[in-house]
């Protein structure tokens, strides 16, 4: 197969708002709570999706934390960003043991 086989192939555009609900349903299945735009593991804040124009501004906590939690930041630009955020969120929570919280 050569690179003309492929011509006018595109894949859809991202579209961020769409993105967003998805994530949303996405954490939620991963088992977070969302309160204030912030969702929260038994009272723990772990992760946080704000709406940009282009694309989502995704926030991950390094540790658990109920006091101040320290954020690490990430822009996703594509689908392909967004599932990673999410697979990387899931390693993160089995790693989390109970004492985390």
Same mark, same amino acid.
């Given at each position: 197969?050569? !690179? ?28 977070l ?18 709406? !940009?124009?282009?694309a ?12 101040s ?11 392909? !960003? ?17 004492? !985390?919280?």
């Open positions: 197969m050569n !690179d003309d086989d492929f011509l006018g192939f595109a894949p859809p555009a991202f579209n961020p708002a769409e993105a967003l609900q998805r994530l949303r349903r996405d954490l939620r299945e991963l088992g709570a969302e309160r204030a735009g912030v969702f929260e593991r038994r009272g723990c804040a772990i992760a946080r999706v704000d709406l !940009d124009d282009t989502l501004k995704a926030q991950t906590v390094k540790r658990p934390s109920r006091s939690p320290e954020w690490q930041s990430k822009t996703l630009r594509s689908s392909a !960003d967004a599932r990673d955020f999410v697979a990387d969120l899931k390693k993160r929570l089995a790693a989390w043991s109970d004492r !985390d919280d």
